[in-house]
């Protein structure tokens, strides 16, 4: 007896064990192509070329080639007493107008408007804001206008009674960092605001109802749930600040003797006016060195926090 053949129609495929396979690799990575091209071409490609320049002793005139000469460049920047003074300068100018002038401003700002009035509210933040998107050499003008001998603050201290004074030549730091304050407080304020939207209005009523006044609850509840704010607000006006230039060249210049000059200045001074372009960058590259460890330093707080 002869054993027949299943139906064909009766008969089940095997199932196709093999996990799927998702994209290629190329098909992944091509959207991104673009944007990492213009990243290697715009950013990476010219801060490579400084790191390079760093170490040579290009100039603008008098030289027929570079040549390379090491570390000799930033060697000379920290035997270079002008050099330290500038750094001195841009950690007072960082501190005053960003971590104490801007970041606190802003917050008790932010606060003030969650309880004014709806005009209140629009005015000010108006006129903040438009401090904010003045152009850095309109905003440098206006403050010069403001401090200068015959400026603005003297006229107001003259009708006071009170002793005036030269302002940008007794006090340039200080008449450079509270533009800055007044020119960037705007950002603080905006970043505050949404913060403190996200608070929950029933945790600040329990406080008062607890009898938390108003400092207890600013310290225990306020800053508590708007740490990751403050440092990612921190992190961004400080690496601003760092960065100033426009703002203390139009009002001061650097001086007098030096004594607004922060390190964004001392580089232009080294690179374009003493034609030291070896110089100038070496000490921009330091400048850049600054400004991510500050970065370290929030990262390492914000990552604490989580």
Not at 191 to 220: C, F, K, M
Request: proline share 6%.
């Amino acid at each position: 007896m002869t054993a027949t053949a299943p139906h064909p129609r009766l008969t089940k495929a095997p199932e196709d064990t093999r996990p799927a396979r998702g994209p290629r690799l190329p098909v992944r990575v091509l959207p991104l192509t673009p944007a990492v091209v213009l990243l290697l071409l715009f950013l990476a490609g010219p801060i490579a070329y400084c790191v390079y320049i760093a170490f040579t002793d290009l100039q603008l005139t008098g030289q027929a080639q570079e040549s390379f000469v090491g570390f000799d460049n930033f060697t000379r920047a920290f035997g270079d007493e002008a050099f330290l003074n500038a750094v001195w300068l841009t950690l007072v100018f960082t501190v005053l107008s960003s971590l104490i002038g801007q970041n606190t401003l802003g917050l008790a700002l932010a606060a003030l408007m969650r309880r004014a009035s709806k005009p209140v509210r629009t005015l000010t933040g108006g006129i903040v804001v438009t401090a904010w998107v003045l152009p850095e050499v309109v905003a440098g003008f206006l403050l010069y206008a403001f401090f200068r001998r015959e400026g603005t603050l003297n006229a107001i201290l003259d009708w006071l009674h009170l002793p005036s004074q030269n302002w940008l030549f007794t006090l340039p730091i200080l008449a450079v960092s509270f533009a800055n304050v007044w020119r960037g407080t705007a950002f603080s304020m905006l970043v505050y605001s949404a913060a403190l939207n996200e608070i929950p209005q029933e945790i600040t009523e329990a406080a008062e109802v607890d009898g938390a006044g108003g400092w207890r609850r600013l310290w225990h509840i306020t800053l508590p749930m708007i740490r990751r704010s403050i440092g990612t607000n921190l992190m961004l006006n400080t690496l601003q600040t760092l960065s100033v230039f426009g703002l203390i060249w139009v009002m001061t210049r650097g001086g007098p003797g030096g004594r607004s000059q922060t390190l964004p200045l001392f580089m232009y001074e080294q690179a374009f006016q003493n034609s030291l372009i070896g110089y100038g960058t070496a000490v921009a590259l330091l400048l850049l060195l600054v400004g991510s460890l500050f970065s370290l330093v929030y990262l390492r707080l914000l990552r604490t926090e989580v």
